[in-house]
């Protein structure tokens, strides 16, 4: 959560978006700062805990869904910079699964064909990119992110950081 604060606070971001909101830590912790914010949980169970939770919050939204369903058209609304938290993917326990164990292919060509070039995209469990349950292979994320041309990328603590390249 403080990674995340850090990179509001640098790049002055006044959105917040993730996918999967699981127990709603995160979102809750984020929106306690004024920002605006969207969380996407496929789950209907977790979905309705965290309406439940943050049904007083009048800067959250929450879609029950598939994040590679929803973000698109949720892009569509958007025209301002915005700090994406991708962690949408299945992890046992109470999670959901949709056809896919993480959607986050089609997030990130989502996001990298959006026309607002100076988001913030932070995407957890770097470890998970092995080519296994529908990851792709590290190497050939972070290559195609390189090919985009609009943001660097670092990984650093089990997050994958892309960043608007200036100029």
């Not at 979102?27 to 209907?44: D, F, T, V, W």
């Not at 959250?60 to 994040?67: C, N, R, T, V």
């Not at 109470?94 to 995407?123: D, R, S």
Request: proline share 4%.
């Amino acid at each position: 959560m403080l990674v995340v604060e850090s990179y509001l606070k640098k790049f002055r971001l006044d959105y917040f978006l993730e996918t999967g909101t699981y127990l709603g830590e995160t979102l809750g912790y984020i929106a306690r700062r004024g920002l605006q914010c969207i969380s996407i949980e496929l789950s209907p169970e977790l979905c309705r805990q965290a309406q439940i939770r943050f049904k007083h919050c009048k800067n959250i939204k929450l879609f029950q869904g598939d994040s590679s369903q929803i973000l698109p058209g949720l892009l569509g609304q958007i025209n301002k910079p915005v700090l994406f938290w991708l962690d949408g993917h299945y992890s046992g326990g109470i999670t959901a699964t949709a056809e896919t164990h993480t959607p986050i292919n089609a997030e990130l060509k989502a996001i990298l064909g959006h026309p607002v070039k100076q988001h913030v995209i932070l995407i957890d469990d770097a470890h998970c990119f092995d080519g296994t349950n529908d990851y792709p292979y590290l190497d050939d994320l972070l290559r195609l992110i390189r090919e985009d041309g609009c943001y660097s990328v670092e990984v650093s603590m089990d997050i994958i950081r892309l960043t608007p390249k200036k100029g």
